[in-house]
């Protein structure tokens, strides 16, 4: 177990997006760097460009480093590994830019290296825009896919997480059709021991984990689909087969309300939308009369990875990018949930 402060490396996300001004707002507290060291790895003159949106200026300063063992840990000096990859001046906020694309990517590809290194102990990402990477020729369509790639590892699972409400999801970036056929008994068995696994990192031995149905009413015997009688209950009883506490399928509309009730310690949820409208609608409160999100919590887990990852659950937000008001609150769970599994590994 580690006892000294872990290095949260924290990686800026698209230039054209909110990363840079919730990284600015959420370094403003003074309360995180009594848990550990934060390095950001970006660019230090959008990041000043940040600090100023944010109203910081005076508050916070950027230390601008070569590399992770030039570290300050002083609340109000930003740590920064400058990438200087892209021209400030060229950032449009709120637009789609290949090199905003290709320079989330480097972001990325640093922080990895890092983090396998053991120079940093976690990574938390900041929100990329997928159409710009994919126009800088990114191959994958998210963070999930190509941090897998980065480490070498085949067998992977995104968790969601706000509060009592875990879930982690048997496929993510698919059309309905492709995730469908995704549904199969040794993919949901795999989802089912990260999750069983990530459990025990947190605290959680004794772990209690409900399987969502695929189809309405979890199929209703058959009635509404196959997929559960003949993928989702052999991955059940081969995971209760290797002593871990699952049930299900439980239907699709009940399941979430369970593990928030505290029935169960954490969800699988068939596929993207399943498990993201269940987080995103107790973690996200919007108001109609200012038209914005007056809370945004949750935060990101890629599971099965040799290192740790933890991330934003929202995405750039480029309708409020460059005007200083995004909401910092689930990077900063994304931190405190990467230091305590940094402190637990």
């Excluded at 120079?119 to 710009?132: D, F, G, L, S, Y």
């Excluded at 469908?180 to 993919?187: D, H, L, P, S």
């Excluded at 689909?225 to 003949?230: F, S, T, V, W």
């Excluded at 209760?240 to 299900?248: L, Q, R, S, T, W």
Aim: proline share 4%; charged share 20%; with cysteine.
């Amino acid at each position: 177990m580690l006892k000294k402060k872990p290095i949260i490396g924290i990686t800026m996300g698209d230039p054209a997006g909110v990363g840079p001004e919730i990284i600015a707002k959420a370094l403003s507290e003074k309360n995180l760097y009594s848990i550990c060291i934060p390095l950001v790895i970006g660019n230090a003159e959008i990041m000043a460009k940040a600090i100023a949106l944010t109203e910081s200026t005076g508050r916070l300063s950027l230390n601008s480093l070569a590399s992770a063992a030039d570290l300050t840990n002083k609340h109000g000096v930003i740590n920064i590994l400058n990438l200087d990859n892209i021209d400030a001046n060229s950032v449009i906020y709120g637009e789609i830019n290949a090199d905003c694309g290709q320079a989330a990517i480097d972001y990325i590809k640093k922080a990895a290296a890092l983090a396998l290194s053991g120079e940093i102990q976690a990574m938390v990402t900041c929100p990329i825009h997928k159409e710009a990477i994919k126009e800088a020729g990114c191959k994958y369509p998210g963070h999930t896919e190509l941090i897998a790639s980065l480490t070498k590892t085949k067998e992977y699972a995104m968790m969601l997480a706000d509060g009592d409400l875990k879930i982690v999801h048997v496929s993510l970036h698919l059309p309905l059709s492709e995730a469908q056929r995704r549904v199969k008994k040794k993919r949901i068995l795999t989802v089912i021991k990260l999750g069983n696994e990530l459990l025990a990192k947190i605290g959680i031995k004794q772990s209690r984990i409900a399987v969502a149905g695929f189809n309405p009413h979890a199929g209703e015997g058959g009635l509404f689909g196959k997929e559960e009688e003949k993928e989702i209950i052999p991955a059940i009883l081969s995971a209760k087969k290797e002593g871990i506490n699952v049930d299900g399928p439980i239907a699709p509309d009940t399941i979430f309300s369970k593990v928030r009730g505290g029935e169960y310690d954490l969800a699988v949820a068939m596929y993207h939308d399943q498990g993201h409208i269940a987080v995103k609608a107790v973690g996200f409160s919007y108001d109609q009369k200012s038209y914005s999100w007056t809370s945004i919590s949750g935060v990101n887990v890629t599971l099965g990875l040799p290192i740790i990852r933890t991330s934003v659950a929202h995405g750039v937000a480029f309708d409020r990018a460059g005007k200083g008001s995004a909401n910092p609150q689930s990077l900063k769970q994304a931190i405190r949930f990467a230091v305590k599994l940094a402190r637990n590994k």
